[in-house]
T-cell receptor, first 118, second 110 residues
Framework: GAVVSQHPSRVICKSGTSVKIECRSL??????MFWYRQFPKQSLMLMAT?????????EQGVEKDKFLINHASLTLSTLTVTSAHPEDSSFYIC??????????????FGPGTRLTVL | QKEVEQNSGPLSVPEGAIASLNCTYS??????FFWYRQYSGKSPELIMS????GDKEDGRFTAQLNKASQYVSLLIRDSQPSDSATYLC??????????FGQGTILTVHP
């Protein structure tokens, strides 16, 4: 159980284009999903919290107009990197919290999407 | 002071030994604590979660929590080369948001 998928796993795009990344919880419902970014040899940095049916909450310093998040259902959240530039190249990882939650509020991570902007 | 601090390592232990990973956190309102394992180029994988003071054991892994000292640790018994990875300590304060430490690189050598 608690499987989260991401698509695509790897994408290479030209500067100025937009890229959409999908995050799905496969065997549970997730009212909340989280989007992280990880640069080489660094830890995960939370970008935004995605709530089903409402606007995402962005962390300080993250441009909401550049990183568009949509959480249209209890099993799907999407992150669109608009007008991507080389500095946006990174490993983007989503996580989902089981609606059942439990005591620990555990998050389960997708496999990640490696974005390279040329 | 960082919210979650870990020794970045690398920590090197021989196969079969106990690996001890440590983490401190600054915010006393933190509610639950997690250890994730991350292999190079992969996303984090949850290996332990702990909520109450004391020890929690799962197979070769034991998590220890001391809220008074704001300290959480992970012990890996009978370490294997396959345990070589970066171990991330994460703390949940509220609304399910996790704050991660910078990670400790563990190397288990044969």
């Amino acid at each position: 159980g608690a499987v989260v998928s991401q698509h695509p796993s790897r994408v290479i795009c030209k500067s100025g284009t937009s890229v959409k990344i999908e995050c799905r919880s496969l065997d549970f419902q997730a009212t909340t999903m989280f989007w992280y970014r990880q640069f080489p040899k660094q830890s995960l940095m939370l970008m935004a919290t995605s709530n089903e049916g409402s606007k995402a909450t962005y962390e300080q310093g993250v441009e909401k107009d550049k990183f568009l998040i949509n959480h249209a259902s209890l099993t799907l959240s999407t992150l669109t990197v608009t007008s991507a530039h080389p500095e946006d190249s990174s490993f983007y990882i989503c996580s989902a919290r089981d609606l059942g939650g439990g005591l620990y509020n555990e998050q389960f991570f997708g496999p990640g999407t490696r974005l390279t902007v040329l | 002071q960082k919210e979650v601090e870990q020794n970045s390592g690398p920590l090197s232990v021989p196969e079969g030994a106990i690996a001890s990973l440590n983490c401190t956190y600054s915010d006393r309102v933190s509610q639950s604590f997690f250890w994730y394992r991350q292999y190079s180029g992969k996303s984090p994988e949850l290996i332990m979660s702990i909520y109450s003071n004391g020890d929690k054991e799962d197979g070769r892994f034991t998590a220890q929590l001391n809220k008074a000292s704001q300290y959480v640790s992970l012990l890996i018994r009978d370490s294997q080369p396959s345990d070589s990875a970066t171990y991330l300590c994460a703390v949940n304060k509220s609304y399910g948001k996790l704050t991660f430490g910078q990670g400790t690189i563990l190397t288990v050598h044969p």
